[in-house]
């Protein structure tokens, strides 16, 4: 069952800080963040595997609440680098396959 | 290192038609998978395969077929090309030793008319 992504979209200022949200109606194994600019292919962000687990890459980081079944995805001070779709991707059953969010579109403006 | 080759990049196919995708990857990866994204749907899993000589249905998989003849490809084949199958389609793989974190290939736009 796809995961339920939002905002669905968000525009900031260079600088401005931003949360994206992804949950499952299902338990879950792990959880994916990609992130997708325009015309090229989605990339690799960060895995987070156990229930509570925070994880960064550079200012973005997440967390994943096994309970809730609930991942959230934190960028810090935006850079303008930033903007693209962001997808998260759920796992149930460790491993093999995800299941992608429909996306949140992160516009970050000078 | 390439990563994840996909061939073509674009292509526009009559209704009936019929075409070949091929994925190619040489980071020795054991996961494979076919995806198509089609605006505000996010990607979709086609199918994927879990070794060399299987596969197995994903969330869509009517109107396409697959082969994994040797681990590094990954063919997608559509036997009647459809306008549905009007689609960017993603290949991706990724391996257990890195936690299935997936490489994706750059992409092929189909259009079907």
């Known amino acids: 069952q796809q995961p339920v992504q939002s905002p669905q979209a968000v525009i900031l200022r260079e600088g401005e800080d931003a949360v994206i949200n992804c949950s499952s109606s299902k338990a879950l194994y792990s959880v994916h963040w990609y992130r997708q600019k325009h015309g090229e292919a989605p990339v690799f962000l960060m895995i987070?595997?156990?229930?509570?687990e925070q994880k960064g890459h550079e200012k973005i980081s997440a967390s994943f609440n096994e309970k809730k079944q609930q991942s959230s995805l934190y960028l810090t001070a935006s850079q303008l680098s930033y903007s693209g779709t962001y997808f998260c991707g759920t796992d149930e059953t460790s491993g093999s396959r995800l299941t992608f969010g429909e996306g949140t579109q992160l516009t970050v403006n000078p | 290192n390439a990563g994840v080759t996909q061939t073509p990049k674009f292509r526009v196919l009559k209704t009936g038609q019929s075409m070949t995708l091929l994925c190619a990857q040489d980071?020795?990866?054991?996961?494979m998978y076919w995806y198509r994204q089609d605006p505000g749907m996010g990607l979709r899993l086609i199918h994927y395969s879990v070794g060399e000589g299987t596969t197995a249905k994903g969330e869509v998989p009517d109107g396409y077929n697959v082969s994994r003849l040797k681990k590094q490809n990954f063919l997608l084949g559509l036997e009647s090309a459809a306008p549905s199958q009007t689609s960017v389609y993603f290949c991706?793989?990724?391996?257990?030793?890195?936690?299935?974190?997936?490489?994706f290939g750059s992409g092929t736009r189909l259009t079907v008319v």
């Open positions: 987070l595997l156990k229930g509570g």
């Open positions: 980071m020795n990866h054991e996961y």
């Open positions: 991706a793989s990724s391996s257990p030793l890195q936690n299935y974190g997936y490489t």
